[in-house]
């Protein structure tokens, strides 16, 4: 069934592209596989705080969208956006971009030398 769909979908997606399709399709697939995990991530700190609360008999995080389910989507872009009084927003900036390029660079890297038929170090 989803081989029959790609071969509908991807020759024309691939004329489109010409040279690109091979990067664009490899991001496709990266989104398409941490997406879920980061939404994942997010609802389950969300559950978390929602049971502490009510272990410390107290509401919880209630404040954005129905039941507050919109909570960790406005945690995350308080995350992106927020920096402290005073602070220096292009350092902050380059010093968590070089983080997280250094973490997904370290990862790649991984991803590329554990495949079949290679040295495991």
């Given at each position: 069934?989803?081989?029959?769909l790609?071969?509908?979908v ?6 489109l ?13 990266i ?10 991530v997010?609802?389950?700190t ?23 389910l ?5 945690d ?9 009084n ?18 997904t660079?370290g ?6 030398q554990?495949g079949?038929?290679?040295r495991q170090?």
């Amino acid at each position: 069934m989803m081989d029959q769909l790609l071969a509908i979908v991807l020759p024309p997606v691939q004329a489109l592209l010409g040279p690109l399709f091979p990067l664009v399709w490899v991001l496709v697939k990266i989104v398409l596989i941490i997406a879920p995990l980061m939404l994942c991530v997010a609802y389950l700190t969300f559950w978390e705080r929602k049971v502490i609360g009510w272990m410390q008999v107290r509401i919880g995080p209630n404040r954005v969208g129905p039941w507050g389910l919109l909570q960790p989507i406005a945690d995350g872009i308080k995350l992106f956006l927020h920096f402290p009084n005073g602070g220096r927003q292009d350092i902050v900036r380059r010093g968590s971009d070089i983080g997280a390029g250094t973490g997904t660079c370290g990862m790649g890297g991984r991803t590329v030398q554990s495949g079949l038929g290679s040295r495991q170090y």
